[in-house]
């Protein structure tokens, strides 16, 4: 267990403070220094912060504490040992409480003022006395403010911690859904075009060997791509060239979808054009194995305040409601850039995937 104060070193500095004070007022003659009491109670003290880090009850240190400043107080030939008293109230703020600290320090000034009270009856009539019992009560009132200072400071950090924490789960949690998302997307879609393409070979097979030959070879390719963006996703690569949305479609379909691209991709920060590039992969992924589309279109429009893609098929149709990872993924992706996604679809009619995102997005 580690001392309650956020600042551990105040005390043991302050006992090195007054017994070097002490020390020299008793051997140079300045003042009459009681060794034996005054050395037993310094090295006293110290050992009170070893029991506070063992984690002895707070109130017996207070008391212990309490009655070690007066024995030093008393011993000391220097006078500073009065400045261990503000120890109290700085002490008790972290082990109790700002209450109990106003407390303390108020305790201490009442001590103060019955010790002259029994000693010297007159003694608010001495200008020294009163000025020390000022500087006693100022003392007090800083130790308590600047206890609270400390206080609210350590809360800070921990608080800046816990959030430093929030912050680290969620980016690992933003991470993985990028990751699975990305996955989804990219193998998904190459996954899905090698079954199509390995059913056509394997129905192809006798009839026409040169399609079927050519569907093997384009399940190849598209094995190969799905390689190399599990790759990306795992290693986490991203080329230095900037990434360009139409040349992205077109090795996407590879000449099996019709793609129409328009408007200019310069204006379009490479978030949006990713997303949008993601928005194609899903819904030709989706037209081809739900859909049993037989026909696929994409068209991008790229105008001044916003871009919108539209993925549009003839297949059967997506009933009202649905719509699982993918679809949930990309909206996902949609509105990290401001963008929206929306499907028109109907059964015998076809589907229409429609995203919509604004050029200023981020």
Same mark, same amino acid.
């Given at each position: &267990?580690?001392s309650r ?5 105040v005390s043991?500095l ?13 051997? $140079?003659? %300045?003042?009459?220094?009681?060794? =034996?009491?005054? #050395? ?10 070893? %029991? ?9 240190? %207070? ?6 400043f @007066?024995?030093?107080a008393v ?5 500073l040992?009065?400045? +261990? ?20 320090? =108020? ?25 020390d ?6 003392? &007090?009132? /800083? /130790?308590?403010? &600047? /206890? ?7 809360a800070?950090?921990?608080?800046? *911690? ?24 990219? +193998? ?24 079927a ?12 791509k799905? #390689? ?19 040349a992205? #479609?077109?090795e ?7 793609? *129409? ?7 379009y920060?490479?978030p949006?054009?990713?997303?949008l ?32 893609? @539209? ?33 028109? $679809? ?6 229409? +995937? ?6 200023? /997005?981020s």
């Open positions: &267990m580690t104060s956020p600042f551990p070193w043991p302050l006992y090195g403070a007054v017994l070097v004070a002490g020390t020299y007022a008793g051997l $140079s003659g %300045l003042g009459d220094t009681q060794w =034996g009491l005054f #050395l037993v109670g310094i090295a006293a003290l110290f050992g009170t912060d070893l %029991l506070e880090a063992r984690g002895v009850s707070p109130v017996v240190l %207070l008391v212990v504490r309490s009655a070690l @007066v024995a030093v011993a000391d030939g220097s006078g040992s009065r400045a +261990l008293f503000v120890l109290g109230p700085w002490t008790a703020y972290f082990a109790f409480g700002r209450r109990v600290s106003i407390a303390v320090a =108020g305790a201490w000034i009442g001590v103060a003022v019955a010790g002259w009270q029994w000693t010297a009856p007159q003694w608010y009539a001495d200008r020294d006395r009163v000025a019992l000022l500087m006693l009560a100022l003392a &007090m009132v /800083a /130790a308590v403010g &600047m /206890a609270a200072v400390a206080s609210a400071e350590r800070g950090r921990q608080h800046l *911690e816990a959030s430093r924490r929030d912050v680290a789960r969620l980016s690992a949690a933003a991470e993985r859904n990028r990751i699975a998302r990305d996955i989804h997307d990219d +193998l998904g879609h190459h996954l899905t075009a090698i079954v199509v393409l390995l059913e056509k070979a394997s129905v192809f097979g006798d009839r026409d060997p040169d399609a030959a050519t569907a093997l070879a384009d399940a190849e390719r598209s094995a190969r799905a #390689l190399a963006d599990v790759r990306r996703s795992v290693g986490d690569l991203r080329e230095d060239r900037p990434f360009v949305l139409a992205a #479609l077109r996407l379909v590879n000449g099996r979808v019709p793609v *129409e691209v328009s408007g200019d991709e310069a204006g920060p490479e949006v054009l990713v997303t590039y993601h928005a194609a992969q899903e819904g030709i992924t989706n037209a081809r194995r739900h859909a049993n589309a037989t026909e696929i279109g994409v068209r991008v429009e790229l105008r001044g305040s916003q871009a919108r893609l @539209v993925v549009s098929d003839n297949g059967c149709g997506t009933p009202p409601g649905r719509g699982g990872f993918g679809l949930r993924g990309l909206r996902e992706r949609a509105q990290q850039v401001g963008g929206v996604v929306d499907l028109e $679809s109907s059964p015998g009619v076809g589907t229409r +995937l429609i995203v919509t995102v604004p050029a200023a /997005a």
